[in-house]
């Protein structure tokens, strides 16, 4: 595998990269995963790079204001083959060809030590200044890094300026740590001095060290010329430890470090020389994994927005999420809302459908904003619908009074759209249905692939009424339970709503009295409570078979009220006589 190193005046300032064939590639202070942003002499777009049968192509750009050397003398384009180099500004670049090949351990080491985390405590560093220095760099290397990849490159870089000794670092990973033969990845690599030979790990260290769940040291031999040297990175290798990284955010990880003794001092025994490495080295893994275990926290409680307010994160943080999120049967209220005219404007906009998908996401989150703005809980999306519900996880006594106001912001912001030509929503309408009940919420799916939702009658009751808002001509519709729930506990001044009829859904055996939910007088004066007496007393006519009456009354709400024309339509079909075996409920003949 070919790999191009960059290495400034500073130890830490260096990576490693691999080199695939026939991609070309930008070199420069601010390029990405090929910055060298250590180095001012170094453009910001300083070269273009290519690998390809065995060469690598450097082509200078224009706007690169300072040289590129390659054998002391400036050049605009050339070709490199591995184990050669060139220089911008203070920064080498070399192109290397190495693998890596496991170390067969047939030879046991001279010497082998485990280390506990406690033991390591224990030790004290000569250099804590310079120790310390290195390791405060650590949280902004790893918040730093765009990909995990390029975490790996700064991980590797650090340990290597941090632990003087070392000839080669590794971070590995063991892919199944409760496997006695699991099988172990490179996931990242770099040594001091580059040399011809491979990459040899042990992965017996490697193994030892993550079953065990402790650092492990292996001394061997220092002859060089002797077949030791088959067994550790190469050939100037006295030693080799291991340290496991804890934690579930880098299970089965390791880091690998390898090197020479120094010079022995009188007396010294030679795995003590090496501990405060390791115990450098234990201090950057324990860190790593702090570090990534509040990333991973943090990625799950980003995901967890989506589908939650921040008021209900808060409250449910202390508590384990798996039993959080488990389903269980409780109280519900749900909202299932579906944005109007969208076929429509598919037709109109075939030729842009992107800037439609667009428009339509805006809808979209218009109504998953009201969502989550009144604590609900997000729960699906199902094509141009969104369906919220309150009452889970946690259980919430204003449940009825948060959807309505969820509902009543969500037709506040389209009919103001509307009024707005230009507007990305103005030619979008919606629908609203409302329903309490019980049902099963939580973490519903397969192994595979599982969404937070809410499962029941009470959801198709919601669907339903939602579709009902077409034929009754009304944003907004509740179930009897929710418009109860709105007589009894919301006050006028926030919601209102009205008795509209009493019908047998399509599919349905059972009837069901539907109601209107309303902003208060105060915001739609058009329709007065006077006005909500007057069309349910008339409701009330109506159910009792006298339509004469139910006519009167309804005459007496404004024109423009267009849910009294389905009353009016209805009881002028019959020519104003109930029909035989009249009971009061109209059956609907679709669904909406």
Known sequence: MAELIAQGPEPHQRWRRSLRAGERFLLGRDAGAYATPWD????????????????????????????????????????????????????????TSTTVNWSPDVRQPVEEQTFSVESLHRVRFRDADQRIEVLSRLPELIAGAVNETELFVRLVNMLLAGVPRASAVALVAVEEPSNAAAKV??????????????????????????????????VWEAQRDTEAARFTVSANIDWAFCTPVPGEACRGWGVYVAGQFAARLPGADEPDDVREDLKFTELVAATLASLR?????????????????????????????????????TDVSVLFCDLRGFSRETERH???????????????GVMTHHILAQGGVF??????????FWGWPIELPDAVERICAAALAIRSAFESAAQQP????????????????????????????????????????ASRLEGMTRILHTPIL??????????????????????????????????????????????YPELTDEHIHFYETALQAFVAGDWGEAVELLHKVPAKDRVKDFLMIYIAQYNRTPPTGWDGVITLTQKG
């Open 40 to 95: 001012k002499h170094v453009s910001r777009r300083h070269a273009a790079l290519r690998w390809n049968d065995g060469q690598l192509f450097v082509e200078k750009l224009p706007e690169a204001k300072n040289p590129i050397f390659l054998a002391g003398q400036p050049r605009d384009g050339f070709t490199l083959a591995a184990g050669e180099h060139f220089v911008i500004g203070e920064t080498t670049f070399t192109v």
């Open 185 to 218: 990845r490179v996931l990242q690599w770099d040594r001091r001095l580059e040399a011809g030979e491979p990459f040899r790990p042990s992965q017996r260290l490697i193994l030892e060290a993550v079953h065990r769940n402790e650092s492990v040291l292996h």
């Open 293 to 329: 275990q509040t990333q991973a926290l943090e990625r799950k409680q980003s995901a967890l927005l989506s589908f939650f307010s921040p008021q209900i994160l808060e409250a449910i943080t202390q508590e384990d999420a798996e039993v959080v999120l488990s389903p269980r049967e």
């Open 350 to 364: 075939a030729g842009d459908l992107m800037a439609l998908l667009d428009r339509v996401s805006q809808a979209l």
């Open 379 to 388: 729960g699906d999306f199902q094509g141009d619908a969104a369906m919220g």
């Open 422 to 461: 230009n507007h990305p929503l103005a030619d979008f309408r919606m629908g609203i249905g409302l329903a309490t009940g019980r049902a099963v919420a939580g973490r519903i799916g397969t192994a595979d692939q599982s969404k937070v939702t809410v499962f029941g009658p009470v959801v198709n009751r």
């Open 478 to 523: 509740l179930d009897d339970v929710t418009a109860r729930a709105v007589r009894d506990h919301v006050r006028p001044e926030l919601a209102r709503s009205r008795r509209i009829v009493v019908v047998k859904p399509y599919g349905f055996e059972t009837p069901v009295e539907v109601s209107e939910l309303l902003p208060p007088e105060s915001v």
